[in-house]
């Protein structure tokens, strides 16, 4: 396994956990502001004149988590049609 796949593996934990803690986003507005406070967040520990990379990087994991958030609950939902009677395994009401 890749670097990237073990940091891929993180950010989808940090996804777990907030999701735990959080509503998922409600829409496009929402999201950005998540992802918005995030970069914020990080920018705080880049400013910082001592550079503490485990911060840096927790900062970095939530901002992959709350990107990767944003194209399932805001992009990818929203654009996805409803699902049919019967497609979650769930059987039709016939009667």
Same mark, same amino acid.
């Given at each position: 396994?890749?670097?990237? !796949?073990?940091?891929? +593996? !993180?950010?989808? !934990?940090? +996804?777990?956990?907030?999701?735990?803690? *959080?509503? /998922?986003?409600?829409?496009?507005?929402?999201?950005?502001?998540?992802?918005?406070?995030?970069?914020?967040?990080?920018?705080?520990?880049?400013?910082?004149?001592?550079?503490?990379?485990? =911060?840096?990087?927790?900062?970095? +994991?939530?901002?992959?988590?709350?990107?990767?958030?944003?194209?399932?609950?805001?992009?990818?939902?929203?654009?996805? /049609?409803? /699902?049919? /009677?019967? =497609?979650?395994?769930? !059987?039709?009401? *016939?009667?």
């Amino acid at each position: 396994m890749t670097e990237y !796949e073990y940091a891929a +593996i !993180e950010i989808a !934990e940090e +996804i777990k956990r907030a999701r735990a803690k *959080h509503a /998922p986003m409600r829409g496009a507005h929402e999201g950005y502001a998540v992802l918005l406070e995030e970069v914020d967040e990080l920018w705080d520990e880049v400013k910082r004149s001592k550079a503490d990379l485990v =911060a840096m990087r927790k900062e970095a +994991i939530q901002i992959g988590a709350m990107a990767l958030a944003f194209v399932v609950e805001v992009c990818d939902r929203a654009a996805a /049609p409803a /699902p049919s /009677p019967g =497609a979650l395994g769930e !059987e039709a009401d *016939h009667g």
